[in-house]
C-alpha cells in the first residue's frame, strides 16, 4: 500500500505540467477494471498516466503499455530516458512498461496488433488524428477505446474526427479513408467527449472513442 500511495502521489506532481495529474488516476481505474492486454499511449510527457496504467497492469499481473515520445518538450537535467528508467526500477514496473523515444510514426507501429487501448497526447490536426484514426482501425482489438487528450479543444481536428464516426457508424467510409476495408468499420463506434474541469485551459477536455461490436443480449448483429 505504501508503494501505492507513493507513485499516485508522485503522479499527481508529474501530471500536473499537462493537466493529467487527475486523468492518469481514471486511466489506472479503467485498465485495473478492463484488464487490457495491450496499451499504446502516444505522447509520454512526464510520465504520470504510463507509470500509472503500469501500476494497475502491475496488480492485475497482466498487460503491457508501450509509450512513445520524442523528449522534444523535455527540458529536465536528467533524459527522459533516466527519467522513466528510474521510476518504474524503483517501482517495480519494468515487466509492464516499454518506453520508446522516438518520433511517432505510424508505419513503425505495424508489430502492435490488438491494441486495447490507445491513448495519444500529442498533436490535434487533421493530419495527425486522421492516421491515427486509421492505425487504430486496423491494430486494435475487437472491443477497443481511442483517447485523444485536448481533442475537443481543437475545432479541426475534433470536427474530423466526429464526421468520420458518423460516416463509420453508417457503414460508409469516408473519402479520406478510401483504402480502408469496409470490415474495418463493421462496428458500433461511441464518442464521448469528457471535460476534465470546468476551467477554460489547453488540453482540458479529452474525447473517448469507443469500438465494439453489434450486439443484441448476447447475439452478434451480423453488418
Known sequence: MERK???IKKCYELGLDYVTQDSCLFFYSLVKMKSPEKVLELGTGNGATA???ALAM???NKGVITTIDNASAWKKTESLTDHVNKYKTKWKLKK???FKKENV???NLSYLKNVDIVTSDFLRTPEY???LLYWWLLHSNTYSSLFIDGLCDYYPGFSFVT???KFFNKGIVPKNYQKLNKKYINYKFTQLNIRKTENDKSQNGITWIKKEPYIIGN???KG
Do not use: A, Q
Open 5 to 7: 500511495l507513493e507513485i
Open 51 to 53: 507509470f500509472m496504467i
Open 58 to 60: 502491475s496488480e492485475n
Open 96 to 98: 509492464y512498461l516499454n
Open 105 to 107: 510514426n505510424f508505419n
Open 129 to 131: 488524428v486522421g492516421p
Open 163 to 165: 464526421d468520420s464516426i
Open 219 to 221: 447475439e452478434k448483429l
